[in-house]
């Protein structure tokens, strides 16, 4: 794997391993030693002989070998020479634990950005600083001060915060969890949440990659590679932190609607990434991927011994959408053939409350053979005759017999179930305390089975013009000038092959009339400035004007009256447009996260955007499938099919609109914000029309 | 209490009682025994001398005393014959628990009607058949075979699944939670959910009333009582297996929206009544509500010595709508005088990971003074320095010098926690494994608070004319008819103060004609018939007709596309009606819940009602405020208020319609389903517009 001698290194020295019990430099090397790793393990303290019956040494050269791993437990100040003597050493691994760089202040980034100009040189990655260290059950190493090596297992763990990984550890342990790594990346000045996630993704010991991160460096090639790295093992990540970071100066619907969130959700999507909400969610999650195979489908069968917990269970895969298997004649024929009458043989399976370990045994064989069935959920209480144990061990037996199908348990105590639920875990059932939790797990695995089935991705390219684009937003760039105007950018858009509506700027109510004479009524008109962006906000906006003299009128008075609500706005005249008559209005945008990307929006259309928030996001580039997909999650969906025999709208028409924009914004890194809005749709086989676009451009 | 017999009886006669270990009659002597109940016990067993070293006596009236409370474990076929002997002898309280009842089909059905007849004619009381006993650890009473005596404690719970109740006592014993109260209520053939609720009501012992029901039997008097007994302590119920009940055939707006959980959940909101999806979730709220006083407020502050963690809960309570404390500059610099330069002294307060037990108590005894803070999260991870057991103890030393403002901790860990959470748990304080479960038991402690602010309610009652609304109904009932048309729904709605549409039934092209010269234009004209529910889906409602030749041709078309879209239905004519213009179109509906009574339901008007679903439902009658309310639940709500420049529509109106249908389906238990849609809306003092109504009705 990669990152190899920090997770399987043959030799570790810890600088700064101390004799005084009450320091970390102590508790890492006992933890070291504790968990027996096999290779050489150098203390180094030169103000001690030896410390826990091992040799010490007063410096690193005086080892007299270049250790594969060295973890720096000194006094911040000390760090720097510590590295550089690694560096002259020969030394690639380091894990700096010491706190106090960055997050006390100026003077620690120094430090730390001396240990980065250091360890570059040398060629040395470095986990750190201010972290916890890291643990690799299978070899043996605990090179961290979070608590006693846990039980090897599959669940790979990166933390960016140390406190919670030590609290995890010690719920894993009381829990009897194992992991193949776990990994505090701390201040993460070398190594990071991508690195570690790759070298998860490489690492045949970890089945499930879970992680609680607060940032993300490079969320796009993060993106990327966790996409690549999903189709082999889930990733389960916990993003805290950005709920209140939003894009508030934003000018567009797109930008505002953007929260610091949505990059992420997006993101996450994309990659295929698994948003847990808790820690306890997230290790309900992980133990399910990581000891039960990845449901074929997501018909689930519930076998039970009391039936309240049957219906919660019934009612959970119902509010979850997943499918409540119907059984086969031949499977229900079969289950009453050894079940008592008075059994359920429909699903919920009801083996009654007197049910032994037999019942269960035969009950789970006997639903897993039957085609329909994708996923067993096992429920148990303990009642009077109930032999909780033995059934366990019926599970796990059936289990390992038909390791094909999905089987989760729930049994529902505590004291009484205490010893069946070490024989689930250690026969590879996960098992949740209700059947609520059971059926979200299942929910989770079959969303991803979904997503992992998602075709391959082709980015579909137009024929554009896309020297006229360069041109535009080269001249807006050259003046200094962020918004695009709308003249301009509705050229930048039929350069990108969409239409948008006749129309020219009028300078007086008789030239007004004169354009409007040639494009045909009805039209509709615009107040015309840089400076008003929501122009209906200010009465900048008058549609259906049906001749010349209400032409007229809507010209003067717009010039009467949006100077008094925006008197420094500096006003060029009236745009006299085409009115564009469509079934529906959509809105079509993207807003540039500065880590993701271009994020696109889709949603309804018209003033109401930002009240109804009926919008979908995904980053760009997009997929004509993932278009497809942005239209289906809002519920303006059904309408833009028809509803009550009104005629749908050409739905291909707005996923073909998404795609153009996304390419637009992906070959011009320098658009900012872009909406079109509305953008106006009619009946299959008419041309959707861009009627308004608001865009803003930056330097790259 | 009431029910006293039951939970404070001074004798308990146990009639099959056995002497097999293996048995029900034995397991619930042993338990009474073993909870020490003080009373006398009189095992009744007609083939012993003695069991479990009590006096055994052959039959009920051989005891010579009339015991308080009768616990019955015989066979259901005996079990009548028991019950009329408990009549003669004068015992008032009895515990069937036998099954093979109803639950068993039709014979059992008939033993239950014998039984429930006696228990009336000789004014018994009977708890079950069917269940499990009861439990009240304060009186020593365990009738029950559900397991061991749990603590006393303030949690009073009501179970309709006997094996979900055993399995939570032993959940609740591992996790020492207390109880004043555990009653499993099988089949209900007397004592029901309600009798319990307003017993668990009254008992000064119960702190919060919790519960797991599958059905509610009077739906309506038991929100009543309910909602006066939340305002003593808190209802927490479980409501399962109802979701895929849905109102298939409904033929309004409204019925179809309504599933068969939406009366639920309206009669929860108006009770008071937390609704909860686990057992799980219900214990984490019982917790909170037993142990800690209400929160004044919604602002909360977060005490961490983990940086990730205090993320973690600053996340959770913006996601939850919480308010996040702004501490006050006197508390702040009083932190800061205290606590290392290092920590964070704003809201989360980081108090850092070597923080012993206390720097906790110093920060908690000081931002408990805070006037902007109504609830305390303390957070801990165990770290190397960190005093678990400790800081639990200055916790709570803290919490009981200052009493008033809500306390909760999330101590995250296992192993080395667990004595903490001991003595956390004694103390009174509620204790979660994660932030996010802390935070959402304070939304919806606070949510409690909020609801329980709200004023007395208050229905108004407008003059009306009722008489007419009553030959009406009758002429419809009394031909048999379920579907009210539209004319006759229009003066129903008339006589209760709606203004509808001017218009008049034309059954030729030139009569229509006649009516829209009289009307004036622009008019709408609609297929008249009994038959046909959605007009325009089958192309009978065209709008926006302007002249009379437009009327005519509008006429004939109807009349020719009509019937070969639907060829059975009795065409009456085209209605001619007036065009009503407003700025909106909203919809107020009407569906009755067989056990809820009438659900009113408000929306987003038109025919995308059932794409959108942005609708609100509540129970009738409503008061102003509960009208106000389901407007304001709605995201058409910002709507009708007004976006960008537009002007708002008078709310105040739509509240009164609504009001007013609450008032007419109140009066009216005949009418089954009601849907005004659209209800036209205009600006502030202008008249609504009843444009279109169904209505059904059906004999009472």
């Known amino acids: ?44 303290n030169n103000k001690a002989e030896s410390i826990q019956g091992l040799k010490c040494y007063p410096d690193l050269p005086s080892i007299g070998a270049v250790p594969d791993l060295v973890v720096i437990v000194v006094p911040a100040p000390v760090v720097p020479e510590i590295i550089l003597q690694c560096g002259k050493l020969g030394v690639k691994a380091v894990i700096i634990i010491t706190a106090g760089f ?24 470095v986990i750190g600083p201010n972290c916890l260290g890291i643990i690799a059950p299978s070899k043996n190493i605990n090179a961290s001060f979070g608590g006693d090596l846990p039980k090897a297992g599959g669940i790979g763990y990166i933390s960016q915060s140390g406190a919670l990984l030590a609290a995890i550890l010690d ?70 932190g950005g709920t209140s970071v939003g894009a508030q100066a934003a000018s567009s619907h797109t930008g505002s609607l953007a929260g610091g969130e949505t990059a992420y959700e ?33 018909n689930v069968v519930v076998i039970t011994n009391a039936g309240g917990p049957g219906i919660m269970a019934a009612d959970a895969i119902e509010r979850e959408g997943l499918g409540f298997a119907k059984l086969s004649r031949p499977t229900m024929e079969k289950l009453a053939s050894f079940l008592p009458a008075a059994s359920n043989i429909h699903n919920p399976v009801d083996i009654l409350g007197d049910a ?38 019926a599970v796990v037996r059936v289990v390992k017999k038909k390791p094909r199908k999905t089987v989760l348990a729930c049994f529902i105590g505590a004291e009484k179930i205490a010893e069946a639920l070490d024989v689930l875990r250690s026969g590879g059932i996960p098992q949740y305390l209700t059947p609520e939790d059971a059926v979200e797990v299942i929910r989770v695995m079959s969303e991803f089975v979904r997503w992992r089935k998602k075709p391959k991705r082709v980015v579909k390219l137009f024929p554009v013009n896309r020297h006229k684009v360069e041109i535009i937003i080269e001249r807006h760039l050259r003046k200094g000038l962020r918004e695009v105007g709308e003249a301009d950018a509705k050229e930048i858009l039929e350069a990108y092959g969409f239409v948008t509506p006749k129309g020219a700027l009028a300078t007086s109510p008789e030239q007004a009339a004169n354009i409007a004479n040639q494009i045909g009524y009805p039209v509709v008109m615009k107040i015309w400035s840089r400076d008003i962006i929501h122009k209906s906000d200010v009465g900048g906006v008058k549609l259906g004007i049906r001749n010349a003299q209400e032409v007229m009128d809507a010209f003067d008075l717009m010039m009467y009256r949006v100077p008094r609500k925006m008197p420094k706005a500096q006003i060029l005249g009236v745009l006299v447009q085409q009115m564009c008559k469509g079934a529906r209005e959509v809105i079509l945008g993207m807003n540039r996260d500065p880590r993701f990307g271009p994020l696109m929006m889709f949603g309804m259309g018209g003033t109401m955007v930002e009240v109804m928030k009926d919008v979908s996001f995904y980053l760009a580039p997009l997929t004509a499938g993932e278009a ?29 609109g998404l795609q153009r924009l996304s390419q637009l914004v992906t070959e011009f890194p320098q658009i900012q914000e872009l909406d079109i809005n509305p953008y106006v749709v009619g009946p299959r086989g008419t041309v959707p029309i861009a009627v308004d676009a608001r865009m803003s451009v930056e330097k790259e």
């Open 1 to 44: 794997m990669r990152l190899e001698k920090f997770f399987a290194p043959k030799s570790v020295a810890i600088v700064g391993a101390s004799t005084h019990k009450t320091k970390v430099g102590y508790e890492i090397l006992e933890n070291m030693i504790q968990a027996g790793f096999p290779g050489k393990i150098y203390p180094v």
């Open 266 to 298: 997006a993101g996450f999507e994309r990659a295929g990434i698994i948003r847990c909400d808790s820690i306890e969610q997230q290790f309900q999650y992980a133990e399910a991927f990581a000891m039960q195979p990845l449901p074929g489908g997501n």
């Open 102 to 125: 960055k997050e006390v202040g100026k003077e620690g980034r120094a430090l730390e950005q001396r240990i980065s100009q250091t360890a570059a040189q040398y060629g040395i990655r």
């Open 628 to 656: 497809k997909q942005m239209l289906m999650s809002t519920r303006t969906y059904k309408m833009l099919q028809g509803v009550r025999g009104e005629e749908g709208v050409d739905i291909d028409a707005i996923a073909e």
């Open 171 to 240: 719920m894993a342990n009381a829990a009897g969890i194992g992991f193949s790594k776990l990994i505090s990346i701390g201040n993460k000045i070398d190594v990071n949440e991508l690195d570690l996630v790759e070298a998860l993704g490489d690492d045949s010991e970890t089945k499930v990659i879970a992680g609680y991160l607060e940032s993300i460096t490079d969320g796009n090639t993060f993106v990327r590679r966790a996409e690549q790295i999903s189709n082999t093992k889930p990733i389960l990540l916990i993003k805290s």
């Open 356 to 393: 032994l370990a037999d019942r269960y045994e035969f009950a789970l064989d006997t639903v897993l053979e039957d085609p329909g069935v994708d996923v067993a959920l096992v429920i148990l209480t303990p009642q009077a005759m109930t032999e909780c144990r033995a059934t366990a061990e």
